[in-house]
């Protein structure tokens, strides 16, 4: 009775909780930086008073749209990360680990560099961008799925997820080897992570997708919920297969291909966060467990954006989140053995 | 309701296990499924559980035909508990008997006060009131074989095939499972279809044994001399012999 009680008090309290601290980062976010702002600057901006000072430009232009991008990205990759674990149902599958990262940077390499090589300047378009990174991620996820028909055996599946990602690795290091300067540039900054690319031209862009992932995520909670039973359960329990594995592949590009379009690939976030939600709640029912991936990854990529600005000049996040998310996975699997 | 099949062949790809099945599974009754390995058992299970096609015949659910219903149609007609066992940390017992629920619920699978209270119940009839808030990777394996069972009742359905519930169990373990299905089966007029090796187990409590041998399936009531005399001769080789009465079986020296 007693751990019953224990857990039913503690979902809401934990919410309220995980709430208050992606509010209180995603502020903290906001002040901190290379130029440290005032709090009342922000109070006035946020009220819409425009003071025109300083300020109020890197307020509104700059920190906004980065601790915005820095939730959505975070929640996104989290949602894609918890959905990969479940349909692979292996804890250490994540949209980066299973080469779906590798894809998008695969598509975007042949879209900024072979794309420079032709006539046509389409290079600086962010829909092209956005477009090319979500086909190379999807397309990765495609072949996947097709492997995952054939080999049932999930470790396997990993195993190969891992090759194709090397295999796109590769590709990508051919085609730099023949890309002119300018776009190689453009393409090696987009590998290390950057949070600040996006600005609010490009969030219009970059939210509706995130949205549409995490609404269609929500919406095939029972499904997956089913999935974790195996295929066998999930069958008998009148779930349709092949259309809950294709919305989750939908949904996992629309998440990790279109924040990885903008941000670039950053690392660990899929893989790590899900098990800390499972943690925190003590639970795998999605109805939860996808809420609590939404502001647990929020929160940590808020805390990483935070760290970046620490050091004068700013550290690529893929750095950072993986300097976090590493070792938590190491704790994940000594702490289950 | 009634499960008939109609000359029912089963197989993988093109070789056919079993062919010509022609069987009968009522309502409230008990049916233990036995056999050699490898003679069809898990086939005929997954092909009925509509898990596998067959590759000819027909499966009849009262008058409608297996291949012929949706998922959510079949969801609620039969369930089943698999061989294979479940591996998801953090998932609590009663969250996974609730999934048993999700044919009875919508798109989103909102737990309504009758869901609840199945899912309650279900639990309860297994008795494992007391543990529904552990995680089933804390469970023993008799009492994770219960949560299973609890999860095809909450499914609801007027079948549930159980393929091997009573492997890697010890021997109290076993005779606890098959008198639980039992009691089951008479309880709630289920019908229940279970593949077991425990022979004495299986002829002392089944309404109905169907021995699977090389080339067909042996109906009959356990108290069946002839059937008894078939199981035993299915059975026994150099090693063993089967008290045909019991089904015991004995070491020859």
């Given at each position: 009775m007693l751990k019953q009680k224990k857990i039913y008090n503690r979902t809401p309290l934990l919410f309220a909780a995980l709430s208050?601290?992606?509010?209180?980062?995603?502020?903290?976010?906001?002040l901190f930086g290379s130029v440290s702002i005032p709090l009342t600057e922000l109070t006035q901006a946020l009220w819409g008073k425009n003071t025109n000072s300083t300020f109020y430009e890197i307020i509104i232009n700059f920190r906004i749209p980065k601790a915005l991008t820095a939730m959505l990205a975070g929640a996104s990759l989290a949602v894609a990360g918890l959905l990969m674990q479940t349909l692979f149902r292996n804890p250490l599958a994540g949209p980066d680990v299973l080469g779906v990262s590798a894809g998008a940077g695969l598509g975007v390499a042949l879209f900024v560099m072979a794309g420079s090589l032709l006539p046509l300047s389409?290079?600086?378009?962010?829909?092209g961008l956005v477009a090319s990174a979500i086909t190379g991620?999807?397309?990765i996820l495609l072949i996947m799925l097709a492997v995952s028909f054939k080999i049932r055996n999930s470790i396997s599946l990993l195993i190969i997820g891992i090759m194709f990602g090397s295999m796109a690795g590769a590709l990508i290091s051919v085609i730099q080897n023949y890309s002119n300067p300018d776009a190689l540039k453009l393409f090696v900054v987009w590998t290390m992570g950057s949070l600040s690319a996006v600005s609010w031209a490009y969030m219009q862009i970059l939210a509706p997708l995130v949205l549409l992932g995490l609404l269609l995520a929500l919406l095939i909670q029972k499904q997956l919920n089913g999935l974790l039973l195996g295929e066998h359960y999930a069958r008998g329990l009148g779930i349709s297969i092949t259309q809950i594995r294709i919305l989750i592949i939908i949904a996992t590009g629309l998440l990790a291909g279109a924040v990885t379009a903008f941000t670039g690939p950053i690392a660990f976030i899929g893989v790590a966060v899900p098990h800390l939600a499972r943690g925190l709640f003590r639970s795998s029912n999605h109805q939860l467990i996808i809420p609590a991936s939404i502001l647990c990854g929020a929160i940590l990529l808020l805390i990483c954006d935070i760290i970046t600005q620490i050091s004068i000049?700013?550290?690529?996040?893929?750095?950072?989140?993986?300097?976090?998310?590493?070792?938590l996975i190491i704790w994940i699997i000594i702490k289950k053995k | 309701m009634l499960l008939r099949t109609n000359k029912l062949a089963i197989g993988y790809k093109k070789t056919a296990v079993q062919s010509g099945l022609n069987l009968q599974l009522d309502e409230g009754e008990?049916?233990?499924?036995?056999?050699?390995?490898?003679?069809?058992?898990?086939?005929?299970?997954?092909?009925?559980?509509?898990?596998?096609?067959?590759?000819?015949?027909?499966?009849?659910?009262?008058?409608?035909?297996?291949?012929?219903?949706?998922?959510?149609?079949?969801?609620?007609?039969?369930s089943f508990v698999l061989a294979e066992s479940i591996e998801v940390d953090q998932l609590s017992v009663f969250d996974l008997v609730f999934t048993g629920r999700y044919p009875h619920t919508g798109w989103l699978g909102n737990k309504?006060?009758?869901?609840?209270?199945?899912?309650?119940?279900?639990?309860?009839?297994?008795?494992?009131?007391h543990k529904k808030n552990c995680f089933i990777n804390e469970l023993s394996?008799?009492?994770k074989q219960r949560a299973m069972i609890a999860k095809a009742l909450a499914q609801d359905t007027p079948f549930v095939i159980l393929d091997e519930p009573t492997a890697h169990l010890d021997?109290?373990?076993?005779?606890?499972?098959?008198?639980?299905?039992?009691?089951?089966?008479?309880?709630?007029?289920?019908?229940?279809?279970?593949s077991t090796h425990d022979l004495d187990l299986a002829i002392q409590s089944a309404d109905t044994i169907w021995l699977m041998v090389e080339n067909g399936i042996k109906t009959g009531q356990a108290s069946n001399a002839v059937l008894l005399e078939n199981i035993q001769k299915a059975f026994s080789s150099d090693d063993i012999s089967i008290d045909p009465k019991t089904g015991a079986c004995k070491l020859t020296r």
């Open positions: 208050f601290l992606c509010i209180f980062f995603f502020i903290l976010d906001i389409i290079s600086g378009n962010g829909w991620g999807i397309g000049y700013t550290i690529p996040i893929n750095a950072i989140s993986a300097l976090f998310g590493a070792p | 008990l049916v233990c499924l036995i056999g050699a390995n490898g003679c069809g058992k898990s086939t005929l299970l997954r092909t009925l559980a509509g898990l596998q096609k067959q590759l000819g015949g027909e499966i009849l659910y009262g008058d409608r035909r297996l291949e012929l219903l949706n998922a959510n149609e079949r969801a609620l007609i039969l309504s006060n009758l869901d609840i209270e199945k899912t309650e119940h279900a639990i309860a009839m297994v008795q494992l009131s394996d008799g009492e021997l109290p373990n076993r005779a606890a499972i098959i008198l639980l299905l039992r009691k089951l089966a008479k309880e709630t007029n289920k019908a229940f279809l279970l």
